[in-house]
Nanobody
Framework: QVQLVESRGGLVQAGGSLRLSCVASGSIFRIISMDWYRQAPGVLGNKRELVATITNGGITNYAASVKGRFTISRDNAKNTGYLQMNSLKSDDTAVYYC???????????WGKGTLVTVSS
């Protein structure tokens, strides 16, 4: 069983920056993709938005809403992934979740989430 632990989020002013980290237990981190999702307050059901993805080889992909502002990275030696968030907007307010693996597969792990609040 893989455990993912996100760093604490927090309250940030619009235009500010914040870096989230996600530490994974076990030894599979370095061989699978990692993602960051977010779920905005008031979103019905359990709809989570995919924010950014990084493959085990370092190929990245971003949601249009964060492209150019957020950067996903990973340090396989430390079993840690990161999400650098710059030029934050109030629309970025959400609970951010670290995810490892592929949805619905045998390797499908989630962190507990961390709240990021951007004040305008």
């Amino acid at each position: 069983q893989v455990q993912l632990v996100e760093s604490r989020g927090g309250l940030v002013q619009a235009g500010g920056s914040l870096r989230l980290s996600c530490v994974a237990s076990g030894s599979i981190f370095r061989i699978i993709s990692m993602d960051w999702y977010r779920q905005a307050p008031g979103v019905l059901g359990n709809k989570r938005e995919l924010v950014a993805t990084i493959t085990n080889g370092g190929i990245t992909n971003y949601a249009a809403s964060v492209k150019g502002r957020f950067t996903i990275s990973r340090d396989n030696a430390k079993n840690t992934g990161y999400l650098q968030m710059n030029s934050l907007k109030s629309d970025d307010t959400a609970v951010y979740y670290c995810h490892l693996g592929r949805l619905g597969s045998a390797i499908d792990y989630w962190g507990k989430g961390t709240l990021v609040t951007v004040s305008s």
